[in-house]
């Protein structure tokens, strides 16, 4: 015991130092820069890109030469350098893998030469509460500099890159400026790779997922980061524990919901009660207790596990036991009808008579600034809110008009924006296959052909004649210089 | 500097133009038919709606329109309990009451209380109403603006004549004037005149824009007048007509109709249930006239003069009225006629007048009706701090299915902290669905499922929440009383309809709304 004690002694001290005598830790030969041009697709436009922008981030050298960032580093980007600290040279780096679920990534030099003079971070373990660590920050600076932090909550929040929960680190630190991947070190090993900062407190990843990210990575075959398909509830109030047959038991939570996509689905029902994950006992309010943590959500049991694997689930229907097992599905935030990201993706979107229709994503609203979920138009974010569930169709989006191109041939329709497409020539629109294959089969009227478009919830309709559509839209593309023929409706 | 004159001599030039009315006004002639009224008026609150907020205390004008009434706006005497008028030059106020009074176009109409007061006011020349002013015509706004003690003049002109929106009720919308003069508070209520003849009551401004005002022009007051005569305000109809207005200009989509791109005609995108042209007017209708006036692509149609919105027509009608549509149908061209009157019960989520907004209290937990003004506790920024789901309601709950029949929006507005409601889920603003499953319309059928349900729990489930609140019915029942005696909660429920208008308690007026 004393032995140990005298061994966490020195590592303790030699940490703080940052120096051990024989073999000096230089967090500079472990610590990148990474320079990111990034490009974001007009929201409004989107066959174009807004302007590029740049920005720093930091990243740490993994022994295989990989550089491990957040996804967030990498999200929009279109060109990666790299550049060693104490070093004015910058070499472009490639995107390696990316998972903006749990908001990692990997990136790599693209010529060997710039790994010569870095070293490989050693990986540590997870922290315990109120343990002291060191955030390294420079993204903006030629040095780095460590700044104190200690670890003050460790919680299940929504990834800054994605709407999958993670466990994350709150350390508390007396520094703005923080969240751009700096690395967290604890007695020379790395322990967190920062995600955002709110206030005093900088948001972190702990080694559990990254340890997870980076296995799962090199088995070549990713699995991910899993879900349950499954809302819980609380269990708080006596009133609903008897209503639902738990009165007598102590700790679980109410199933709400089990979504359509789910592995549990016909194996959970509402009302039910989760009283073990894993094998782990679940409190009223929906905690497991973690050895090092303490109170933790229960959600983060799931990101210890992988796409596939089973888990099994103790549980409590009107007043009797029952264990029920299923294979996890690997989260993907994407699967609900409104579209939670598409960095660097194209857009799908649609002209068709100068109506610019699009799915409705939540990288269209977050235009409206940080206070999006408030400003952004009612009708999407209601949307959002309350019309995004999960189908048991895949690939379901809500597609909507963004604005009109105005032109002679949509004359009377040109301030229409922001509707939601019910149907088109009576066919409902769930995605945009849907409106290019309803506007091929048109509405016979007079002699002619025309196209009846529907908003919801109100109804009101667009009706636009084809004849004289081919050349209105090549009108249109000269008008609004449209380079990408594919946006348009009809047009090869 | 060599700018400078320039400057001046454009200065001169406008200061000239509005300190030159076209009409000289004889300000003796009038002042002694015009009030300034006094209010003190006690509001209900919206998150305790068993209370009144603390008075206060308020000023307009009014202007005498015989018979011993005063006409002013709605807003002046909104939830009076005590009102006095006052004439310009008179030493003493003499109460009134509110007899009449119409939110939905802001108007209402006083008379003294006392004997000695009605006797007064029975001696004063009635002001006589004239017709919709001209554009770019010159008017004069008569009124107490900052509560001033003597009568102030502003001169005007007239720049738009419009169907717009009435901010006292929140939704409705009227003909208003706007004029390029300030309409100042105090002046709410009074007369706008050109020579001795009113064309108008000032009722409303711009906080952004320093020189617009409104007026309510002689038709909707000439109609509120017609409204009142039988001894009962019923209220402007509502066509509960959504429509696309300016689609018909596109030449192509009149084709598809069979109509010419100068056929004019707006299409019909959705009919309220609860309205009177429902089941004659249909969504995919195009209406091509309305008693015989064109409607314009623009959704416009001539009204003395000036192009407004069609919808003038039908809202100036009276209940018992006809109007009658043009309507083209499925390639058919057809009259139909749509009976004038009340709507069917629904919910409306306008401003609430009432001595106290519907609610019910039960276990502790407060529920209210979404109204505008329990939005506007969020503040001026409502509509963007206010939870997204009830300013979305607000707005849009008339089209969606899952509200269509609802005669109220009941909201969880407050939690009243006891023992029996400790572990309710969190579902403060959540907006109730059911009682024990059942689909719940009204605030009367919500009280009425959890004070006569049966069941052991008494169960609320809420739109668009998986967490419903679970409660023990023996329980609550045993803690009703007693927490309703600790919040003083009296009475725990108030399910009075429209004709609970505060203003009209207050006073001991008779109209109803």
Redesign the interface.
Known sequence: MRLWLGICLLLFVCGESGAFAAAPIRYEDQVVRLHVSKREVDPSSPWQSEDTVQQEFLGVVLPNGEILTTANTVANAIFIEMQRFGSTERGEAALVFVDYEVNLALVKPVATAQLLATKAVTLGEDVGMDESVEIFKGRDAYQLSRLPASLQDVAVIGAATSAYGLISYALKVQQNGLGWSEPVFLHGKLVGLTTGQDQNFVQAAPMLLIRHFLSDHHDQSYRGFPAMGVQLEPLLSPDTRRLIGAGSASGGVRVAEVFANSPFLGKLQTNDVVLAVDGVAVSEQGFVTHPTWGKVHLKYLLNRHFGGDELVLKGLRQGREFTVQAPLQRFDSNRAPVVTYSYGEPQPHLIFAGLVFRELSQDYLKQWGKDWRDIAPSDLLFTLNFANKVTAQANTRRIFLVRVLADPFNRGYTELRHKLVATVNGRPIAGLSDLRAALARPVRMNGKDYARIQFAPVGEEVILGMDGLAEAQARMARTYEIKTAASFYGMP | MRFMPMVCRLLCVLLLVHAAPAVALNLNALRSSIFKIQVIADEPSLTEPWKRLPSAHSSGTGFYIGEGRILTNAHVVANASFVTVLRDGDAAPIAARVRFIAHDCDLAVLEPVEAEGVKAVLKLEPMSFGSLPKLRSPVSTIGFPAGGEQLSITEGIVSRISYHRYIHHANARHLLVQVDSAINPGNSGGPVVQGRQVIGVAFQSISQAQSTGYIIPTPVVRRFLRDIANGRYEGHPDDGL?T?D?????P??A??Y?LSPDSGGV?V??VSAWAPTATLIR??DILLAIDDQPIG?DAKVSFSGERVDFRTIFDLKLMGDKVVFQVLRDGQSLKVEVPVKPSLPHHATDHIYAKHPRYFVYAGLVFTVLSRNFLQTWGDRWY??AP??L??LE??AV??PDFATNRDIIVLAKRLPDGVNA???NQLFGVVRAVDGKTILSMEAFAQALSTGTG??A?IQF??N???I???RA?VLSRNAIINAKYGVVPDRWLNGASDDGALHGTEGEGRP
């Not at chain 2, 300016?246 to 596109?250: C, E, F, I, P, T």
């Open positions: 959504t696309m300016g689609a018909l200009l596109n192509s989509t084709a598809f069979g299409t995108a959705f969504p995919g692509v963007r701090d997204l789901l300013r979305y707005s849009d089209y969606l572990y309710v889920p052991e729990f169960t739109f668009g998986q967490d419903q679970v409660l023990g329980k």
